[in-house]
């Protein structure tokens, strides 16, 4: 095995972009689940993400018109979602599968005139001065501008659900639903705008997979990110900065493993290919081993107005 | 005061207020007033209709018919918005707060146009220390005692300075040090001209607090009075309608011991619990045993290491002579030791499962209710149904949900189930707790009959009232020591306060 192969400055580079589209996923889970509803349907909502955003971007030639419909897409499915479960009061948990099922089905539908072309390039921004500064200009100043776009919504959704009395309104609502309604907050209305917000968070992500990261469409190609997704949000405690970290961790992991694969590592690539969810699992696990961190009280909850 | 000269200066006045759900009409034709700074109870039995009709002023719930005059304009809340900002606002029954938030975010929620955060957290502090309900806004509210979530709940009001306060049962978890705070707290508002509207089953209270009573039968105004020159009795036939039935208790010899524990000590399994200190008693059969003291002295943690929920150490706690320091609860069961916790929804009945199955719970080993491993539910549904007759309990049928039922319903069948699994000892904690008074009459009368029967009762509450009328020995818990029982009859209020209090009075007994 060679590791000066593996050039850090590249692995480190090429994190963020491995990162990006299970940050994107994750942090519009966490809002919805912050406001209550658990929704499986993640992966099923990145995958229609991605054809769309893919086929939209083929057609139009320009990737940010993907990126805006797919967090269309994203977001009308999870309203799908949203109408099942809010109005109708089905199970969360076996709607949000159901949802998982249909966009993994729908999505092959609508891709199959697009597999083997090829996604329009989009440029990266070589952010000026900063980029130039050596070792952190080449890491974090030269990517393309989705991988900003997400981590001002992470610091967004930090930032309005602790500082600001609508976020304030989401986390009752998603702490003690009855109580909300009691004082007069619109239960169903809140949670409504979190699911679509999750949605339209879960198709960018997907189209960042097949807009960018890969950049094709291949059916199933989100791979279970969705899944991963879910998973760092609840190892996270719920809050925006661990999900960042928990989905760089991943990342992290993954480029890592990738690169010592291609270096020939002297460990079985069963064992490399399963360790960015091992590893995420055990880190975010030892984080919320302290403090508080329990989940929001209506979480997956039926709410039902009595009176 | 006749009725019009209240209506003419009234804060609130109610005319011909109705409201129907399907199949049961929860007021009907509802007309009083309230005027300024005024405590205005609102009396009646559980399901008489009051909860609906504050939620109607409190703009929860849309009447069918009737309206609402505030200070002499037309009052229709369309949302507790809308109430709120006319000035009416509410405590409620079980409280409506966020666990995972702070209290001043709690506060903040409860707010039309709360102050920023800094400013916020000075108005708590100030406005609670006014009066007399101090209150740290950066607590996170799961971790308070019920004493201090009420005033979290009570702060809310206070700071959108309301003119009516509704207050749905607001001593039912308070300690009685905590209600008196409460009462300061309410006359002071009072007197400042803030009328408040009092639902509460506790007629003591009312009697000492309200000057003005509603009373409310099946949804209908049924009286008025003045609490103040009525007797609780007096004020406890208006609501049922009916002379109440006192418990009647026959002279009885106890026969052997039937429970003793010796020397327990157990650390308490809540971090914010009390814990036992070398308890020691012993009951007899035919003898029901009161146990007082304020909440949180150590009541639940007796109850669970009777219970079986916590383990003794063996050697500790005896059955008839049997040790049963270190048997789990089915093993007790078995033995003929039933319990029934406090806390109604998810300790002694499981809220989303229905009442057959909920008797199922704890019945299964006396009433032979499994067989090699499957349930007998046409047996289960028999006890419960029993249960459900035999105590009064109003519901539709066994296979509603525990959570349905109202809390003295709900307490009926919760105590029903176990007395009629024909307890050796039955252990319960405030039996009555939240219940009207004609049911929490029926609930003591079936404790009592147990005991003539040859039970052996021990009866933990925080009702003095209760024990002096079912106990026939008295004791104390205080900080997990419990005080050496003396007889009831011709026990005086200051032995009590002194035995509540731990500190034993040498010629006591």
């Keep these: 095995m060679d590791l000066s192969q593996i050039n850090p400055l590249l692995l480190l580079a090429s994190l963020m972009v491995a990162a990006t589209p299970i940050l994107l996923a994750a942090i519009g889970e966490a809002v919805v689940e912050k406001a209550g509803v658990l929704n499986l349907g993640v992966e099923g909502m990145m995958i229609t993400g991605a054809v769309v955003g893919f086929a939209i971007g083929v057609n139009t030639g320009s990737p940010a018109m993907g990126f805006v419909a797919a967090a269309v897409a994203g977001a009308a499915l999870s309203m799908l979602f949203g109408v099942l479960v809010l109005y109708l009061m089905s199970n969360q948990v076996a709607t949000g599968l159901g949802l998982t099922l249909f966009g993994l089905g729908l999505s092959s539908l609508i891709g199959k005139p697009y597999e083997g072309m090829k996604a329009p390039s989009m440029a990266k921004w070589d952010i000026p001065l900063l980029s130039d500064i050596p070792v952190l200009g080449p890491i974090l100043f030269r990517h393309d501008p989705m991988v900003y776009v997400s981590l001002i919504i992470v610091t967004a959704t930090w930032y309005v659900l602790t500082r600001t009395r609508a976020g304030l309104i989401l986390r009752g609502v998603g702490e003690n639903h009855d109580a909300a309604h009691a004082l007069g907050y619109k239960v169903v209305r809140v949670r409504l705008m979190a699911i679509a917000f999750g949605g339209a968070c879960a198709g960018l992500g997907g189209a960042y997979v097949s807009l960018v990261r890969v950049p094709q469409w291949v059916e199933g190609m989100t791979a279970g990110a969705g899944w991963i997704a879910l998973a760092i949000v609840v190892f996270a405690s719920w809050r925006p900065w661990r999900v960042l970290l928990g989905a760089y961790l991943f990342g992290g992991i993954t480029v890592l493993q990738l690169n010592l694969q291609a270096a020939g590592a002297a460990i079985p690539v069963e064992i490399l290919a399963m360790s960015p969810y091992v590893v995420t699992i055990l880190v975010l696990v030892v984080i919320s081993l302290r403090g508080q961190h329990g989940a929001p009280g209506s979480l997956g909850r039926i709410f039902h107005a009595t009176h | ?509």
């Design chain 2, 1 to 509: 005061m006749t009725g019009d000269s209240r209506q003419a200066d009234a804060l609130l006045t109610l005319e011909g207020m109705t409201k129907a759900y399907p199949g049961v009409v929860a007021n009907d034709q509802v007309s009083f007033s309230i005027l300024p700074g005024e405590v205005h109870a609102l009396l009646g039995e559980n399901g008489a209709g009051k909860s609906t009709l504050v939620k109607m002023i409190y703009g929860l719930v849309k009447p069918d018919a009737g309206q609402m005059t505030l200070r002499g304009e037309s009052f229709t809340p369309v949302n507790p918005a809308a109430a709120r900002g006319s000035g009416v606002t509410m405590v409620f029954q079980h409280f409506s707060l966020f666990d995972a938030l702070s209290v001043a975010e709690n506060i903040s929620l409860g707010m039309d146009n709360p102050p920023d955060r800094r400013a916020l957290s000075t108005r708590i502090r100030d406005v609670s220390q006014a009066y007399g309900l101090p209150l740290d806004p950066d607590r996170i509210v799961g971790e308070l005692s019920a004493g201090e979530s009420q005033r979290v709940e009570i702060i809310r009001c206070l700071l959108q300075d309301p003119k009516l306060l509704i207050m749905d049962e607001p001593t039912s978890v308070l300690t009685p040090q905590e209600v008196d705070i409460l009462f300061e707290t309410l006359r002071k508002l009072t007197a400042e001209g803030t009328a408040i509207l009092y639902i509460s089953h506790k007629l003591e209270e009312i009697r000492s607090l309200c000057e003005h009573a509603t009373v409310l039968r099946l949804g209908k105004v049924v009286d008025t009075c003045d609490p103040r020159e009525k007797s609780a009795r007096e004020l406890a036939e208006m609501m049922v309608g009916d002379t109440l039935h006192v418990p009647f208790r026959e002279a009885a010899t106890p026969g052997p011991v039937a429970l003793s524990m010796s020397g327990v000590s157990m650390k308490s399994p809540n971090e914010f619990g009390t814990n036992l200190r070398n308890v020691t008693l012993e009951v007899r059969k035919g003898e029901i045993l009161g146990v007082g003291g304020v909440a949180g002295n150590g009541q639940d943690e007796l109850l669970a290491v009777l219970s079986g929920e916590s383990r003794a150490q063996s050697g500790t706690i005896a059955l008839a002579g049997e040790d049963i320091g270190s048997l789990h609860p089915n093993a007790r069961r078995a033995r003929g030791l039933l319990t029934a916790p406090e806390e109604r929804l998810g300790h002694s009945a499981a809220p989303e499962m229905s009442l057959t199955e909920n008797a199922l719970l704890t019945g299964a080993v006396r009433e032979n209710l499994v067989e090699r491993g499957f349930l007998r539910w046409r047996r289960t549904e028999r006890f419960a149904r029993k249960v459900i007759e035999e105590f009064d309990v109003r519901t539709p049928g066994p296979d509603n949900t525990a959570g349905s039922l109202s809390g003295g319903n709900l307490q009926k069948f919760v105590i029903g189930r176990e007395v009629l699994q024909r307890p050796e000892v039955l252990v319960v904690n405030q039996p009555t707790w939240g219940v009207d008074a004609s049911a929490a009459a029926d609930i003591r009368q079936s404790l009592l009959d147990l005991a003539h029967h040859g039970a052996a009762v021990v009866v933990i509450s925080q009702d003095l009232d209760e024990l002096m009328e079912i106990a026939d020995r008295f004791t104390a818990l205080n900080e997990g020591r419990l005080a050496e029982p003396v007889p009831t009859q011709g026990l005086d209020v200051e032995t009590i306060g002194l035995m509540m209090g731990g500190v034993e009075k040498e010629t006591a007994a």
